[in-house]
């Protein structure tokens, strides 16, 4: 086992103008869990590669411990890959499968026969050790192909979205599987998803790239609670986190009909950037619901003085999951219309087509910065 370090890494494809991985540091601790995510095209699969040997860095360097393994072929690095795709051969039994890398290092039989047997009771495999991967379920082929990764007892395992293949109850049961085992043989792991679900429930940390670039590396419940900037904040957490441009006004930002305050170093980072407004973000379940009455919105009268107060959302959608309730509406901000998610408990849902007005609660909110998108709260 050990730790890997990219070192400004980079690489940019041949024709490119722009690399599509840039500069990338992240040291990963010896048995951590690091998930890389992001959407497509981010460079969070390259980055794999590069670490896998399969892609050429072309600027900084990759260690593995304290070898400088940027230049080595794959077969000297010390590493075991899982694909998405399973990568087994069809015509070998489930045993076979799993040695053959051994086999081609000239590992005994006997030792071979150990080994597989020894990962097969890990993975729940040993019932299926004499079968072929066509008689196997997607779950059971993807655990052959950890199986295989398993008997070679690298430094480090390299996953490439290796759950994308299967349903999404057999996805849930199996990420534990993999979360669980990579603790238990605490190995030095690197995970590429794009499911940032995934990466928040598997990851030690959680490294998310956006166009080549890493925006920022965290434990998940950090990065949840504190995005960096815009982009984190709109691409962690599932609804995503509801961001929404605002006028700064004396005491905090306006909110609707309300004035919500928000950190004064904030305010101050603003404007000294002469910004006028600045983006709020806040997640689903950080909105308080003002106007509601016996678990439904009331209808609010056009020519009412007395408005309520927070902003007005017409719901569109309700989403009910038992315990919890998702509003999917629409407000009026700043002369367009705005998409936003609020949470409420799932005994107080308000119809299909009723106004609600929401306030978020002042220490839930995030403050970014509406021209660059860095983060301005603490």
Same mark, same amino acid.
């Given at each position: 086992m050990a730790s890997v370090t990219f070192d400004k890494a980079?690489?940019?494809?041949?024709?490119?103008?722009?690399?599509?991985?840039?500069?990338?540091?992240?040291?990963?601790?010896?048995?951590e869990f690091l998930v890389l995510v992001g959407p497509s095209g981010c460079g969070k699969s390259t980055s794999l590669r590069m670490l896998a040997g399969l892609e050429e860095v072309n600027g900084g360097a990759i260690r593995i411990g304290d070898r400088d393994v940027t230049h080595l072929p794959p077969k000297d690095r010390d590493i075991a890959m899982v694909f998405q795709n399973y990568a087994l051969y069809p015509h070998m039994s489930v045993a076979d499968n799993m040695g053959f890398a051994l086999k081609i290092a000239g590992v005994s039989?006997?030792?071979?026969?150990?080994?597989?047997?020894?990962?097969?009771?890990?993975?729940?495999?040993?019932a299926y050790l004499d079968r072929k991967p066509k008689a196997l379920s997607g779950g059971q082929r993807q655990r052959v192909a950890m199986g295989r990764a398993i008997v070679r007892e690298p430094q480090v395992?390299?996953?490439?979205?290796?759950?994308?293949?299967?349903?999404?109850?057999?996805?849930?049961s199996t990420r534990t599987q993999i979360a669980s085992l990579q603790r238990r043989l605490g190995i030095t792991t690197v995970y590429v998803t794009h499911d940032q679900?995934?990466?928040?429930?598997?990851?030690d940390r959680v490294a998310v790239l956006k166009d080549g670039l890493l925006q920022q590396v965290d434990t998940p419940r950090n990065m949840y609670d504190r995005p960096a900037n815009l982009f984190?904040?709109?691409?962690?957490?599932?609804?995503?986190?509801?961001?929404?441009?605002v006028p700064i006004i004396d005491g905090g930002v306006k909110f609707g009909n309300s004035v919500v305050p928000v950190s004064r170093d904030a305010l101050t980072a603003a404007a000294n950037r002469g910004d006028k407004t600045v983006t709020v973000g806040i997640r689903p379940?950080?909105?308080?619901?003002?106007?509601?009455?016996?678990?439904?919105a009331k209808s609010l009268s056009k020519d009412s003085d007395d408005a309520?107060? @927070?902003l007005?959302?017409?719901?569109? +959608? %309700?989403?009910?999951? &038992?315990?919890?309730?998702?509003?999917? /509406?629409?407000?009026?901000? @700043?002369?367009?219309?705005?998409?936003? +998610? %609020?949470?409420?408990? &799932?005994?107080?849902?308000?119809?299909? /087509?009723?106004?609600l007005h929401v306030v978020p609660r002042p220490g839930e909110l995030h403050v970014f910065a509406t021209s660059s998108g860095e983060r301005l709260t603490d």
């Open positions: 980079t690489r940019l494809y041949p024709g490119a103008t722009t690399p599509a991985v840039d500069q990338l540091e992240i040291e990963i601790a010896d048995g039989k006997a030792e071979i026969r150990a080994k597989v047997e020894e990962a097969a009771k890990i993975l729940d495999l040993t395992f390299l996953m490439d979205e290796p759950l994308s293949n299967l349903d999404a109850k057999l996805r849930v679900t995934e990466a928040l429930t598997m990851g984190v904040a709109g691409f962690i957490g599932s609804p995503a986190m509801n961001l929404v441009e379940e950080h909105f308080s619901v003002v106007e509601l009455n016996g678990g439904v309520p107060a @927070g007005a959302i017409s719901v569109n +959608v %309700v989403e009910e999951l &038992g315990s919890d309730s998702f509003i999917y /509406g629409t407000a009026r901000v @700043g002369g367009e219309d705005k998409d936003l +998610v %609020v949470r409420v408990d &799932g005994r107080s849902t308000p119809e299909k /087509g009723a106004e």
